[in-house]
């Protein structure tokens, strides 16, 4: 057990500092965790993610009480943990990533405009606002992701994305800024397209059916 979460907090430290490096994260805003069984290793507070060492991250259980570690768990622990409570998620990243921001403070959704959406579990809802850190913060996200959402925007916030491993989660939180980088870019020049129901259910059907080789 304390390899695997020296394991997953080194995973924590190079997926940090990526997300300083491809400026989804500015200054300490921004959290990642990873769950093991019944235990959650998460980015310390008030950290900058690209200078974490693997021991500078705690490691709490489902209650967020403290496992290991001596630094304070992230502000946004709770909203980690009430996701993981609540979808088959292995791994959480939350930034305050540009353009997923500027969605999250004009809008109360994410539209496809693009097939790849889909990933993400289509339409982006999001969170009602609640102050950062609070059981109503978490609450919200946790409704936005009802529904086997894989993404959730966070009113004048951010957003935040799940997956089976860090790097998936990670991966969802890239795609889910580049979406909403495409949709903010289309709405300046005119009117985006959405797709439909039936143009998705079609990527779906392809997606499961590929033509023979
Ligand atoms: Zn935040």
């Known amino acids: 057990m304390i390899d695997d ?27 990642l965790s990873v769950r093991e069984g019944d235990l959650v290793t998460v980015t310390p507070s008030g950290a ?33 943990l009430a996701v993981y409570e609540t979808t088959d998620a292995q791994a959480i990243v939350h930034t305050h990533s540009v353009f997923g921001t500027v969605v999250a403070t004009t809008m109360t959704e994410l539209p496809p405009v693009h097939y790849n959406a889909l990933l993400l579990g289509g339409v982006v809802r999001v969170a009602e606002y609640a102050t950062y850190g609070t059981p109503e913060l ?17 009113a004048n916030h951010g957003g935040m994305t799940i997956g089976a491993t860090l790097e998936e989660a990670f991966e969802a939180t890239r795609l889910l800024e580049w979406l909403c980088e495409v949709y903010v870019r289309g709405l300046s020049i005119g009117k985006p397209t959405i ?12 997606t499961l059916n590929p033509p023979p080789l």
């Open 5 to 31: 979460i020296m394991s997953l907090r080194e995973q924590l430290c190079e997926y940090g500092r990526r997300a300083v490096e491809l400026g989804l994260v500015i200054g300490t805003s921004g959290n």
């Open 48 to 80: 900058a993610l690209d200078r974490l060492t693997p021991e500078m991250c705690p490691v709490v259980d489902m209650g967020g009480r403290l496992v290991a570690g001596e630094l304070r768990p992230s502000s946004e622990t709770p909203m980690h």
């Open 195 to 206: 797709l439909t129901d039936d143009q998705l259910a079609a990527v779906v059907e392809r």
């Open 138 to 154: 978490a609450a919200n996200v946790r409704a936005a992701m009802a529904g086997g959402k894989r993404a959730a925007l966070m």
